[in-house]
T-cell receptor, first 112, second 111 residues
């Protein structure tokens, strides 16, 4: 039981490049979310999903896309990377309404 | 706007010196309040969920309590391994999963 797996762990992008951050969970959780964590800002919600085929925006969605074609996977796509997207990204999942989120170990992204 | 404020920002304790961390929140309605622990370079680790005023949860040296406007995380006789950043988050009423986090309290326990 691996929990929430994020890849890659580290990534450096040039401004304007696109990429996909991968997130997979093997716990059959319905709810999944993406957060970014920046110094002094705390964790901020980017996008979330309450089941396969259902996604919605969080607090800071601009510049990011998501889709949820399966229960297990919830990739985050950066369309055209900007230095302001330099951050640590966390994916999380939870079983349902009365459970806490389980977080992955994070992806540290630097945009130069 | 839903908000979560944690205090203090940082706290230094001696081993065995008990204390409390505060999480105050303003939401239109509370569906749940969550406490997490985060070690450097790692993702947050879930500790507790609280749902209604008066509720308490315990785990080893940690005890979380909830009132209508705030939650406390009490740490009894802390050890150096309790050093971490403790995060509080609230889930407002409604059908969304828009969890709102505070900025955390960085706890250091000296031996």
């Amino acid at each position: 039981n691996a929990g929430v797996t994020q890849t890659p762990k580290f990534q450096v992008l040039k401004t304007g490049q696109s990429m996909t951050l991968q997130c997979a969970q093997d716990m059959n959780h319905e709810y999944m979310s993406w957060y970014r964590q920046d110094p002094g800002m705390g964790l901020r919600l980017i996008h979330y999903s309450v089941g396969a085929g259902i996604t919605d925006q969080g607090e800071v969605p601009n510049g990011y896309n998501v889709s949820r074609s399966t229960t297990e996977d919830f990739p985050l796509r950066l369309l055209s990377a900007a230095p302001s997207q330099t951050s640590v990204y966390f994916c999380a999942s939870r079983e349902g309404a009365y459970y806490g989120y389980t977080f992955g170990s994070g992806t540290r992204l630097t945009v130069v | 706007e839903d908000q979560v404020t944690q205090s203090p920002e940082a706290l230094r304790l001696q081993e065995g010196e008990s204390s409390s961390l505060n999480c105050s929140y303003t939401v239109s309605g509370l569906r749940g309040l969550f406490w997490y622990r985060q070690d450097p370079g790692k993702g947050p680790e879930f500790l507790f969920t609280l749902y209604s005023a008066g509720e308490e949860k315990e785990k080893e040296r940690l005890k979380a309590t909830l009132t209508k406007k705030e939650s406390f995380l009490h740490i009894t006789a802390p050890k150096p391994e309790d050093s971490a950043t403790y995060l509080c988050a609230v889930l407002p009423q409604g059908g969304s999963e828009k969890l709102v986090f505070g900025k955390g309290t960085k706890l250091t326990v000296n031996p």
